[in-house]
T-cell receptor, first 111, second 114 residues
Framework: GNSVTQMEGPVTLSEEAFLTINCTYTATGYPSLFWYVQYPGEGLQLLLKATKADDKGSNKGFEATYRKETTSFHLEKGSVQVSDSAVYFCALMHTGNQFYFGTGTSLTVIP | EAQVTQNPRYLITVTGKKLTVTCSQNMNHEYMSWYRQDPGLGLRQIYYSMNVEVTDKGDVPEGYKVSRKEKRNFPLILESPSPNQTSLYFC?????????????FGPGTRLTVT
C-alpha cells in the first residue's frame, strides 16, 4: 500500500542552523509529493511540492528533491529562523487522488 | 478573503448522539476532503470529493458519512459517534484536477466523544 515515513521529532535547532527533515515513501505508480507546515493552533499550509522524479520544490528558503531511486523527499533549509518553528508534514498524493500524510515532525528554533 | 470554514470549532458530545460538522469554501474549488489528526498518527484521510455528487472513501472512512450536494459545502456526518472518534478534524479544498495537491485547510474542529 501507500505510506509516508518521516523522521521522529521533536527537532530543536539554534537560529541559523541547517535543517534536514527526512521523508521516505512507499507508493505504487508515480505519486506527487508535498511538504505541508502547521503553525500552532492553525490548519496546514502547503509549503512546497514536486510532481515527478528529480523535480525540486522550493519556497521560503525550504527545498526538497523528489528522488525516485531512494523513494525520498527530504526537506532542507540552509538557515532556520525562530519563525520556522512549526510541525512539518510530508505527504503523497496517489494517482487516485487519495492523500497520505506522515506523522509530522515538530521543529523548535531557539534564538 | 479566500478561506475554508468549519463549524463548530469545538464540540463535546456523548456516545451515539448524531452530529454534523460543516465545511464550506468560497474559492469555487472542485476537490474537498476530510482528515482526522491524532497524536503519533499524523493526518489520515476520511473521505474526499472530486465534485458535486462524487465522493470516495479515504483511508479511514468507517463510522463517517459525507455528502456533496453543493460545490461549496462538504459536511461530515457521524451517525453514532464513539469515543475512538475523539480527534481533531480538518476540512480541505483545492482547485482543478491538476492542482489537487495544493490544498487549503480549514482551522480544524476539535471533537470529544464521551
Amino acid at each position: 500500500g501507500n505510506s509516508v515515513t518521516q523522521m521522529e521529532g521533536p527537532v530543536t535547532l539554534s537560529e541559523e542552523a541547517f535543517l534536514t527533515i527526512n521523508c521516505t515513501y512507499t507508493a505504487t505508480g508515480y505519486p506527487s509529493l508535498f511538504w505541508y507546515v502547521q503553525y500552532p493552533g492553525e490548519g496546514l499550509q502547503l509549503l512546497l511540492k514536486a510532481t515527478k522524479a528529480d523535480d525540486k520544490g522550493s519556497n521560503k528558503g525550504f527545498e526538497a528533491t523528489y528522488r525516485k531511486e531512494t523513494t525520498s523527499f527530504h526537506l532542507e533549509k540552509g538557515s532556520v529562523q525562530v519563525s520556522d518553528s512549526a510541525v512539518y508534514f510530508c505527504a503523497l498524493m496517489h494517482t487516485g487522488n487519495q492523500f497520505y500524510f506522515g506523522t509530522g515532525t515538530s521543529l523548535t528554533v531557539i534564538p | 478573503e479566500a478561506q475554508v470554514t468549519q463549524n463548530p470549532r469545538y464540540l463535546i458530545t456523548v456516545t451515539g448522539k448524531k452530529l454534523t460538522v460543516t465545511c464550506s469554501q468560497n474559492m469555487n474549488h472542485e476537490y474537498m476532503s476530510w482528515y482526522r489528526q491524532d497524536p503519533g498518527l499524523g493526518l489520515r484521510q476520511i473521505y474526499y470529493s472530486m465534485n458535486v455528487e462524487v465522493t470516495d472513501k479515504g483511508d479511514v472512512p468507517e463510522g463517517y458519512k459525507v455528502s456533496r450536494k453543493e460545490k461549496r459545502n462538504f459536511p461530515l456526518i457521524l451517525e453514532s459517534p464513539s469515543p475512538n472518534q475523539t480527534s481533531l478534524y480538518f476540512c480541505a479544498s483545492s482547485a482543478r484536477r491538476d492542482r489537487v495537491g495544493e490544498q487549503y485547510f480549514g482551522p480544524g474542529t476539535r471533537l470529544t466523544v464521551t
